[in-house]
Structure formats: C-alpha cells, structure tokens
C-alpha cells in the first residue's frame, strides 16, 4: 500500500535552533515530491518540488533534500515566523493514472 | 493576481441541508482538486477534474458532488448524504501532471 509518513508529529524549537523534518514514503512508480507550508486557518502554500534522488531545493531557511526513500526539510536558524505546519506529499503512478497522497505533516513551533 | 478563491470562509449548514462550495482559479489550470482536512489526519481527495465537463471520484467522494462547466470554476455541494461534513475544504489547482498544488484559503463548514 502507498504511504507517506511525517515525522515528528510536532516540533518545538528555539529560535536559531537548527532541525529536520522528515517525510517517508513507500510508493511505486514515484514522479515527484513536493513540500507545503500550512498556517492556521490557511490552505497550504507550495514551497518546493523535488523530482529525483539526490535533488536539492533551497529557499531562504530551508533546504529540502530527496533520496529513494524519504526527503528531508531543513530548517536552518528558524524564526518564530516559521512556525506552521509542514506537509508533503508524492505525486506516483498509480492505476494508469497520476495520484497525489499527503502526509499528516510535522507542526513546528519556534520560540522566540 | 492569480491564484484560486474559495468562498464562503466560513459556512454553516444545518442538519438534512446541501450547501454548495464556490472555488474559481484565474491560473488556467487544466486541473481541480477538493480535498478534505481534518484533524490528524492528511488531505484526503474527494473529487478531481482533469478537463472541462469530466470528473473523477477520489478517496471520500460519498455524499459529495460536483460539477465542471467552466475551466475556472469547479463547485462542490456537500449533500445531506454526507453524514460526517463538518471538516476544512480545500481547493486546489494544477498543471496537469506537472509541480505542486495550488491551494485556496478553504472554506470551513460546520454542521450545527
């Protein structure tokens, strides 16, 4: 079965203090990954795509990372502005056709 | 701008009631999406339209329906069907089978 798993659940930081999130998956067929960021309330804000092992993606404070089995969002010196929830989700075949599935995402917390 | 709108923000529907949900794109996007988020729990999709007048059931299509006249506009009616509504709903919108999502700010329905 195709799955996506985020890890941790929540994540607490203070603020300079440097992390990762985590985003597993067991697909078949898998034709990108991309990475959201979630404020309350919001709909999700598209933040990266990552089509192949080994890809690399930088936005100011964040890095994300592929491998054959999970990517990594890197957040270096977090703000109490990044505080959000962080979701992915994988693009696979599926069926004959193309299947998005998301993962529950990391709710990350910086304190100031 | 471009992007999608969703209205209403906030809907509240009684019990036995449709209610319909508006989400209109500017981005001439080939491809909608409904998604329902509730807590703990990832997107889960409910309709998809790759083109104009076809539309495809996804994981939790029961009691919801939908339809696809114009290119920019793709509703959803939660029907009295749909035992369980009140959630966070998600429109989202894309080139078909290329990058990421784009969301709209959701419409939270609450069934009272």
């Known amino acids: 079965e195709d799955q996506v798993t985020q890890s941790p659940e929540a994540l607490r930081l203070q603020e300079g203090e440097s992390s990762s999130l985590n985003c597993s998956y067991t697909v078949s067929g898998l034709r990108g990954l991309f990475w959201y960021r979630q404020d309350p309330g919001k709909g999700p804000e598209f933040l990266f795509t990552?089509?192949?092992a080994g890809e690399e993606k930088e936005k100011e404070r964040l890095k994300a990372t592929l491998t054959k089995k999970e990517s990594f969002l890197h957040i270096t010196a977090p703000k109490p502005e990044d505080s959000a929830t962080y979701l992915c989700a994988v693009l696979m075949n599926s069926g004959g056709y193309q299947k998005v599935t998301f993962g529950t995402g990391t709710k990350l917390q910086v304190i100031p | 701008d471009g992007g999608i709108t969703q209205s209403p923000k906030y809907l509240f529907r009684k019990e036995g009631q449709n209610v319909t949900l508006s989400c209109e794109q500017n981005l001439n996007h080939d491809a909608m999406y409904w998604y329902r988020q509730d807590p703990g729990q990832g997107l889960r999709l409910i309709y998809y339209s790759q083109i104009v007048n076809d539309f495809q059931k996804g994981d939790i299509a029961e009691g919801y329906s939908v339809s696809r006249e114009k290119k920019e506009s793709f509703p959803l009616t939660v029907t009295s069907a749909q035992k369980n509504p009140t959630a966070f709903y998600l429109c989202?919108?894309?080139?078909?089978?290329?990058?990421?999502?784009?969301f709209g700010s959701g419409t939270r329905l609450t069934v009272v």
């Open positions: 989202a919108s894309s080139i078909q089978g290329i990058g990421g999502y784009t």
């Open positions: 990552l089509y192949s």
